[in-house]
């Protein structure tokens, strides 16, 4: 089993919560999942909260789910039966920002589509070709429009 690609535009309908946040703790729950505890800096989709705790483990073997203390992400999130809500498409749904230059980036992995003519530089890892970076800005932009469309127009 793997992961799909995904177009933006779907990953927007399927997040409940689209934060951009500051993960403040990780901790470990009874059942032994991590739960990451962020500050939201700003609620892009949803109700606006001041903070928000998710899930921050794999639930399987393509998950890639996780926080690390101290990061700025964008957070896509939906609720789960029980628990804090998960990192939406198996956490592809983590898009934690890098500067370049002067420039905010959210670093995504392939399987997240954007539009063709969106510009995306590598990295940070050149080695993984499947990972790279999005001007914070534009892809603000593109889940706004996204989320105002509903439902669903292909770019």
Request: proline share 9%.
């Amino acid at each position: 089993m793997s992961v799909m690609e995904m177009p933006y535009q779907l990953l927007v309908a399927e997040s409940d919560l689209i934060v951009l946040g500051k993960v403040k703790s990780i901790e470990q729950s009874v059942a032994g999942e991590r739960h990451a505890r962020a500050k939201v800096l700003e609620v892009w989709k949803g109700n606006a909260t001041d903070e928000v705790v998710f899930l921050a483990s794999p639930a399987w073997t393509c998950d890639i789910s996780e926080a690390e203390p101290g990061e700025t992400s964008v957070l896509f999130l939906k609720h789960r039966r029980s628990g804090p809500p998960e990192i939406t498409h198996a956490g592809r749904g983590r898009m934690p920002l890098r500067m370049v230059g002067k420039e905010s980036y959210a670093t995504l992995w392939s399987e997240v589509v954007l539009p063709p003519t969106t510009p995306l530089i590598p990295g940070p890892a050149p080695e993984y070709p499947f990972i790279r970076s999005v001007e914070l800005d534009v892809l603000k932009n593109l889940i706004e429009r996204a989320h105002a469309s509903w439902p669903l127009k292909w770019e």
